[in-house]
């Protein structure tokens, strides 16, 4: 295996690739734009830093930064020497000491400005995944859930596994990196980018004017992004202000696509690809398939992946899939499959995913899915988001609850009469919401997920 001189552990495939693309663009964020090059010397700059503060294989290390060259180096040596790492970005700050305690994490790795601060924490590592890793003598990853509807919880990966998924050479993209790299869409969007000699296009912020912006300034191909960003872009308009004619292909996932936000994205972007992903923290990126480009049926797998559905639910076992968790018990059952706890929709070999199950709202026997009501209510004149969620009711189990947010100056009461008056011939009277509020706040997480709580 091709090795770099002056590194101690760079026979892996991935390290040894980018060598090989040299003088081709690999980063451009706001400030800079670097070559795999620089990339490669930025590695040897870094590995010998990780010798003076006396970094051990096995260390639980957070990796706390932006997306910058220093950054993504650091990823990579971090790795190669086998340390466990927990790389956690700057929309976390809220439950960054929470984040340390549930991880464990010994050192504390904080970059900025192109500099790095090693910071030792003296716990107690004690985790039987965490020995599982050391006795493997692999690198591990720790990703913390999106906990969109609760808790986060922490789930423990084998690195070397997840990276066997980039030995085979694919299309080299210019991409924007959406997700930032404590995300596993994310960390896939680096990884996969990184391992086929693309290159990272970072905004400087997740706005619809700064995505467009970066999109014209670096002719960027892919926008891997969610379907409640693809509506904020939308409504912007500032795909009218701009020239993405860069675009190739757009990916969404992380939540149910909005038939309605669907139509009006392909309407918007007709020379444009669009493709469903499916992944989870738990077990990484599938390989997906949409059958066009205004359809919500998908075909996921792909090699090291097997799926089912039991009972209307997907169920999936992966050979990249994490260890466990480390603060919840596992959710594998006795063969290794996770219930992903998405309901579907099967059609042969596509699947149309419904939502979750445990969001899945029941009205006097009746089941109502988010997403299908918010695809509605998005059609609605002067709504520019919506939430859905279902809420206890003491004769019908639960009612359908929404939250709105407007364009505009209207009363409550107003909106509900237009909003029942719409609903009518759209939904059936019990996926109508019964209780309506307006909102005052953001109705998605940093990760542009909605919020169902």
């Known amino acids: 295996m091709f090795a770099l001189p002056g590194f101690k552990t760079l026979d892996t495939m991935l390290l040894s690739r980018l060598a090989t693309f040299d003088d081709r663009l690999v980063l451009a964020t706001p400030s800079a734009q670097h070559t795999f090059a620089e990339l490669v010397r930025a590695c040897a700059t870094w590995d010998d830093w990780l010798d003076r ?11 706390e930064g932006d997306c910058d060259l220093s950054t993504i180096a650091l990823l990579l040596m971090l790795t190669a020497r086998g340390a466990i790492v927990v790389p956690l970005g700057r929309d976390v700050s809220p439950r960054l000491d929470s984040y340390l305690e549930i991880a464990q994490v010994q050192r504390r790795v904080i970059v900025a400005l192109g500099a790095a601060e090693s910071r030792k924490r003296y716990v107690d590592v004690a985790h039987p995944h965490y020995e599982e890793l050391r006795r493997r003598r692999a690198a591990g990853l720790v990703l913390f859930t999106s906990g969109s509807t609760g808790d986060s919880k922490a789930a423990v990966h084998d690195f070397t596994r997840l990276l066997e998924r980039y030995e085979t050479a694919r299309a080299a993209w210019r991409t924007v990196l959406f997700l930032q790299l404590d995300h596993i869409g994310g960390l896939n969007t680096l990884l996969f980018t990184l391992a086929n000699g693309g290159a990272v296009i970072v905004p400087s912020e997740r706005s619809p004017k700064a ?18 960003f693809l509506n904020l872009l939308l409504l912007s308009e500032e795909h009218l202000r701009h020239d993405l004619s860069s675009l190739r292909l757009i990916t969404y996932g992380t939540e149910p696509m909005p038939a309605s936000t669907l139509a009006r994205t392909a309407a918007t972007f ?29 075909r996921v797998g792909g090699e090291g992946y097997e799926t089912k559905v039991v009972e209307d639910r997907l169920w999936v076992r992966a050979r990249a899939a994490m260890l466990g968790y480390l603060n919840a018990p596992s959710p594998f059952d006795a063969e290794g499959f996770l219930d992903t706890g998405d309901r579907v929709e099967v059609d042969g070999e596509w699947l149309r995913i419904l939502g979750r199950d445990r969001e899945t709202i029941n009205v006097g026997g009746s089941k109502v899915y988010p997403a299908e009501v918010e695809s509605v209510l998005l059609e609605l004149e002067g709504v520019t988001d919506v939430s859905v969620r279902g809420e ?5 189990g639960q009612i359908v609850a929404a939250t709105v947010r407007l364009a505009g100056q209207e009363t409550l009461d107003h909106f509900k009469v237009r909003m029942r008056q719409f609903c009518r011939t759209r939904l059936p009277g019990y996926a109508t919401p019964v209780k309506i509020q307006l909102a005052d706040g953001p109705l998605f997480s940093e990760r542009f997920k909605k919020f169902r709580r």
């Open 53 to 63: 503060v006396g970094l051990e294989a096995g260390e639980v290390v957070s990796l």
């Open 211 to 228: 995505v467009c912006e970066a999109i014209e300034q670096h002719r960027a191909e892919l926008l891997p992004t969610s379907p409640t």
């Open 270 to 298: 007709p020379g444009v690809k669009l493709q469903q992903t499916y992944g989870m923290t738990e077990l990484g990126i599938l390989r997906s398939q949409s059958r066009d480009n205004g359809s919500l049926w998908v």
């Open 392 to 396: 206890s009711h003491p004769m019908t």
